[in-house]
């Protein structure tokens, strides 16, 4: 191994990535960045150092307003190691990464985990049919390649990236064949309670709102109220089916895309065995962290959201406040020093949380379309279906990792990262208690694939 150290080792170079590498090199600390992109941006900001203007242009403000944050970071003094996967993180700090295969580690003072999100699982029939993607995946091939679909897509489910994915498609000129909403009115109802903080964070409210109206602008047809989504196909998708209004649909198409939120990565901190609270109200889990991000591990410290999802600003102003913690961790601030540059940015991040009540409650994802029939598949890897897990439970399964065992469910490439959700779900469901009673599953390095000749190698 390696002998390489530094104070700060950051996982990911998203906005709460760079944030907290520009604030803790600017205090005067050695910091390294990994991420496994060629550059800086993590997802949200994907390929923002090299996307043309006229890509920027279309993907909207929203998007090129990580250029400046992209430019203070490769400004700061972090050294950025792109194409790094991380692979494992451990509680005494060492940080083991795959980089043009071969295996290296960092030894840190303090970790900053910064993975981000990941787009929920979204288990209807016919899911896993070629030409079914997910918004996120599609929008990322808009970013990264200008790649869009060439036939008339379908865009179903609920949450903002659905409706901010219509939007630049429109932009691009992709032709859409419809927008299939599952929000119903009993969302609606559920969102009034939280008008107070929809009208505090206005601007994002505003933002939607004008999503929605140059969708509708656009003539895109529009069906709310969605139910019993099922997409169609032999080979590959042929179809949406559903029932809106009282009414079965069927609109045919070969691109389908599905999204219904995203939800913490939480591989690295279940990874380092850190304490989780099952979170009711955005129905996923998160590793509990104080103020600073710091996580019941020493010396670990998480931001932005992969600690819960509050969007891209309010990642940033986690990830200074990591980086202070981090900083006052290790001795090179005071704790009058931390608190005061602290202040601000705890001000900033309650005025960019205050929608998420409004946003969570409006955009809560259907029993139906988390907890599967018994004929859905869930794990993709081992293609397991809902029908057998609860056959596991009626056979004495207590949570996931005995699933592992019944049917090796969740225990392909991806370690469950797609099923996990839904794994637990469906145990608790089945079992009549609740999510946080079943757990999740015991996540093991290595996180990110990597081959025995690779881990061999290792310097």
Not at 345 to 373: T, V
Request: net charge positive; hydrophobic share 45%.
């Amino acid at each position: 191994m390696s002998n390489e150290r530094c104070d700060i080792a950051i996982i990911g170079a998203g906005p709460a990535g760079m944030s907290a590498a520009i604030v803790a090199a600017r205090l005067g600390a050695s910091v390294v960045v990994l991420d496994e992109q060629r550059g800086a941006g993590g997802q949200i900001y994907r390929a923002i150092t090299d996307a043309p203007a006229r890509r920027v242009d279309l993907l909207g403000p929203d998007y090129a307003a990580g250029r400046s944050l992209a430019d203070a970071f490769a400004a700061s003094g972090a050294r950025h190691l792109t194409n790094a996967a991380v692979w494992q993180v451990t509680p005494e700090g060492a940080v083991h990464y795959l980089r043009d295969g071969a295996t290296s580690t960092l030894q840190a003072g303090r970790v900053v985990l910064c993975s981000g999100a990941m787009e929920r699982p979204f288990p209807i029939p016919g899911w896993t049919l070629p030409g079914v993607l997910t918004a996120g995946a599609a929008q990322i091939l808009l970013k990264s390649a200008d790649v869009v679909p060439a036939e008339p897509v379908v865009l179903a489910g609920c949450g903002p990236l659905l409706y901010l994915l219509g939007w630049q498609y429109v932009r691009a000129g992709v032709p859409i064949r419809a927008l299939v909403d599952t929000t119903s009115m009993e969302d609606y109802r559920r969102a009034l309670s939280h008008l107070g903080g929809a009208l505090a964070g206005w601007r994002y409210l505003k933002k939607g709102l004008s999503l929605m109206r140059v969708l509708k602008r656009a003539g895109v047809p529009f069906h709310a109220g969605a139910e019993n989504l099922a997409a169609e196909g032999d080979d590959g998708v042929e179809a949406l089916r559903f029932t809106a209004g009282g009414k079965a649909h069927r609109i045919e198409t070969s691109t389908l895309l599905l999204h219904h939120g995203v939800v913490p990565n939480t591989q690295f901190t279940w990874s380092l065995r850190a304490r989780h609270t099952w979170d009711n109200a955005q129905l996923c889990w998160r590793p509990e962290a104080d103020a600073w991000g710091a996580l019941d591990v020493p010396g670990i410290h998480v931001a932005g959201d992969g600690l819960g999802i509050g969007g891209a600003l309010a990642a940033a102003q986690q990830g200074e406040l990591a980086a202070l913690g981090a900083m006052h961790g290790l001795g090179r601030i005071t704790t009058a020093e931390r608190d005061k540059l602290a202040e601000p940015l705890r001000a900033a991040l309650r005025e960019h949380l205050r929608i998420r009540p409004f946003l969570d409650a409006l955009y809560r994802p259907k029993k139906a379309n988390r907890i599967p029939a018994d004929d859905v598949i869930v794990c993709r890897c081992e293609e397991v279906a809902a029908g057998a897990i609860r056959h596991f439970v009626a056979l004495g399964c207590d949570g996931p990792n005995q699933a592992k065992a019944f049917g090796r469910c969740g225990m392909g490439p991806c370690q469950g990262r797609q099923c996990g959700l839904t794994v637990t779900e469906l145990i608790a469901d089945a079992r009549g208690v609740t999510p946080a009673e079943v757990g999740y599953y015991r996540i093991r390095p290595p996180i990110k694939p990597i081959s025995l000749g690779e881990l061999a190698g290792a310097e």
